[in-house]
């Protein structure tokens, strides 16, 4: 049984329809730089589920779902000078932050507007739904994630 995971992206930064010119729709979710949200890199596993959400967006939404390829490994680009994901804590011997591999799954025909999951019954504990939430990584309860699947009119 898969777990199920959120995960928050600018669009202006790297959007969907970036993930869907990809190299065979994957690439690394490299960035991370919260703990807590590390943490939760670390706990998924190839063939766990995400929902790729546009923050910072207009509207902020649920564009698409994609599918965790490879688990954790570490995030070298801490580890290269002049990245803007640096961190001089960080190294080969010693790495901080973690990444994943994803694939694209599926581009939601409807996308799931934050406010559109707001007062859906069965999300009131949802981590997105929380305000001042600000994790980009997040854990989806499996009765979130049907209940949002539903609302999209996605199959997976």
Known sequence: MPAYWLLKSEPSTF???DLARSPKRTTCWEGVRNYQA?????????????????SNADPPAIVGIVEVVK???????????????????????NPRWVMVDVRLHKVLRTPR???SLRGVKGLEK???????????????R???WEIIVRLSGATV
């Open 15 to 17: 959007s969907i329809e």
């Open 38 to 54: 590390r943490n939760f890199l670390r706990s998924m596993s190839v063939g766990d589920l995400a929902f790729f959400y546009h």
């Open 71 to 93: 688990a954790a490994y570490p995030d070298y680009y801490a580890w290269q000078p002049g990245s803007r994901y640096f961190d001089d804590k960080s190294s080969e011997q």
């Open 113 to 115: 507007s934050l406010e």
């Open 142 to 144: 499996e009765s979130e």
């Open 126 to 140: 949802m981590e997105l739904l929380r305000r001042g939430s600000r994790l980009s990584v997040q854990p989806v």
